[in-house]
């Protein structure tokens, strides 16, 4: 199994990306999903996470309130809504899946996660 993300590019301060994540190879069965993200020079961050029929969903104070976090059912996918973007948003963004339930205090923890896709790099110009 191999996850991919997808819909990273080059955005001005204030405007919006849409990143989704679906896998390839045999059937992923997913339960929580997550993005983190990785700026130059910088450890691997959380950004949001949700889990299969287990609302509400997770983000990181960073991105609260300008980030979604959605699940696209017709594509087994997950997609991350980034509106009002920063440049400090400026990073490689990576989606996870676990194909069981992470608990509360763990899905932005990344050692939680079982799969890992490539990453998609957004960069948000000033």
């Known amino acids: 199994v191999q996850l991919q993300a997808s819909g990273g590019g080059l955005v001005q301060a204030g405007g919006s990306l849409r990143l989704s994540c679906g896998a390839s190879?045999?059937?992923?069965?997913?339960?929580?999903m997550g993005w983190f993200r990785q700026a130059p020079g910088k450890e691997r961050e959380f950004v949001a996470a949700i889990r299969w029929n287990r609302p509400p969903p997770y983000y990181a104070d960073s991105v609260k309130g300008r980030f979604t976090v959605a699940r696209d059912n017709a594509n087994n996918a997950v997609t991350l809504q980034m509106n009002s973007l920063k440049p400090e948003d400026t990073a490689v963004y990576y989606c996870a899946g676990k194909q069981n339930y992470a608990i509360t205090s763990a899905v932005s923890d990344p050692n939680q996660y079982d799969y890992w896709g490539q990453g998609t790099l957004v960069t948000v110009s000033s």
């Open positions: 190879g045999r059937t992923f069965s997913w339960k929580t």
